[in-house]
């Protein structure tokens, strides 16, 4: 074995290596992905629709992205050389509060360039996971409602159970308003308004309205998006020719 069979060997499999040993079938119930024959792609691609999974198991009949899912494949995509950059896709409903945010501060934190792109919607704890990257897109006709977060279940010591969603709330409030350029102030508002969902209170805007707001950077779909990523990539490759420093 010569010393590039070795590296190749030491190569952590990327999530399309992965999803190559599997069959299509496999593919597509576990990760909702299917394989599609040539081409090695430099960039990943994670599709985050449905509703967001956490610690509690939805109905089978629900269409879920499932947390503990998504993060081994962010991690697998930071480590290996071959993936330069991701390209997040969302329809989402929203769903679980932390599993969301979790999802949202694992893609904000990759050193590779990111692009997200809404199609559809991007709901409830969509908000954060789609501003989390370091350009966002939503297509023209894709909706994001923005609410206050909400709790179901058995409720004990209510001051407690309010300061506790106080809180986690801000915690939405706080990574939404330092990942996008929407201000604190506006992205309250829209949260507490009422009057426009007919059993809630908040704001749906549809596409050039979260552009509007600051919430998204442009109106696009998946070829801007990919137009945007291949040059944050080739930007991020001269920066490091230009340091000479290797890259991750």
Same mark, same amino acid.
């Given at each position: 074995m010569n010393d590039n069979d070795k590296l190749e060997a030491e190569q952590p499999a990327t999530p399309a290596d992965e999803a190559r040993k599997q069959s299509p079938a496999e593919n597509l119930v576990q990760l909702g992905q299917i394989t599609i024959p040539p081409a090695e792609s430099n960039i990943f691609c994670m599709t985050i629709i449905g509703q967001v999974e956490g610690h509690v198991m939805l109905p089978p009949q629900n269409k879920t992205t499932k947390y503990e899912h998504v993060i081994p494949q962010l991690v697998a995509a930071e480590q290996n050389a071959k993936v330069e950059g991701l390209l997040i896709i969302l329809n989402t409903v929203g769903g679980d509060v932390?599993?969301?945010?979790?999802?949202?501060?694992?893609?904000?934190?990759?050193? #590779?360039? #990111?692009?997200?792109?809404?199609?559809?919607?991007?709901? &409830?704890?969509? @908000?954060?996971? %789609? @501003? &989390?990257?370091? $350009?966002?897109?939503? %297509?023209?006709?894709?909706?994001?409602?923005?609410?206050?977060?909400?709790?179901?279940?058995?409720?004990?010591?209510?001051? =407690?159970?309010?300061?506790?969603?106080?809180?986690?709330?801000?915690?939405?409030?706080?990574?939404?308003?330092?990942? &996008?350029?929407?201000?604190?102030?506006?992205?309250?508002?829209?949260?507490? #308004?009422?009057?426009?969902?007919?059993?809630?209170?908040?704001?749906? @805007?549809?596409? =050039?309205?979260?552009?509007? $707001?600051?919430?998204?950077?442009?109106?696009g779909g998946i070829g801007e998006a990919l137009r945007e990523l291949n040059s944050r990539i080739a930007a991020r490759k001269a920066a490091s020719v230009v340091e000479g420093a290797p890259l991750s």
């Amino acid at each position: 074995m010569n010393d590039n069979d070795k590296l190749e060997a030491e190569q952590p499999a990327t999530p399309a290596d992965e999803a190559r040993k599997q069959s299509p079938a496999e593919n597509l119930v576990q990760l909702g992905q299917i394989t599609i024959p040539p081409a090695e792609s430099n960039i990943f691609c994670m599709t985050i629709i449905g509703q967001v999974e956490g610690h509690v198991m939805l109905p089978p009949q629900n269409k879920t992205t499932k947390y503990e899912h998504v993060i081994p494949q962010l991690v697998a995509a930071e480590q290996n050389a071959k993936v330069e950059g991701l390209l997040i896709i969302l329809n989402t409903v929203g769903g679980d509060v932390e599993a969301g945010l979790a999802i949202a501060e694992m893609i904000s934190s990759l050193s #590779k360039p #990111k692009v997200t792109v809404v199609l559809g919607g991007g709901h &409830s704890i969509g @908000v954060p996971i %789609a @501003v &989390s990257a370091d $350009y966002t897109f939503i %297509a023209e006709t894709a909706t994001m409602t923005i609410h206050p977060i909400r709790m179901n279940g058995l409720v004990i010591g209510v001051p =407690q159970t309010f300061e506790y969603l106080e809180k986690m709330q801000e915690r939405v409030v706080r990574f939404v308003t330092r990942h &996008s350029r929407i201000e604190d102030q506006v992205f309250k508002d829209l949260m507490f #308004k009422t009057g426009e969902l007919t059993r809630d209170i908040g704001t749906t @805007v549809i596409g =050039q309205d979260a552009v509007r $707001y600051g919430l998204i950077d442009a109106i696009g779909g998946i070829g801007e998006a990919l137009r945007e990523l291949n040059s944050r990539i080739a930007a991020r490759k001269a920066a490091s020719v230009v340091e000479g420093a290797p890259l991750s």
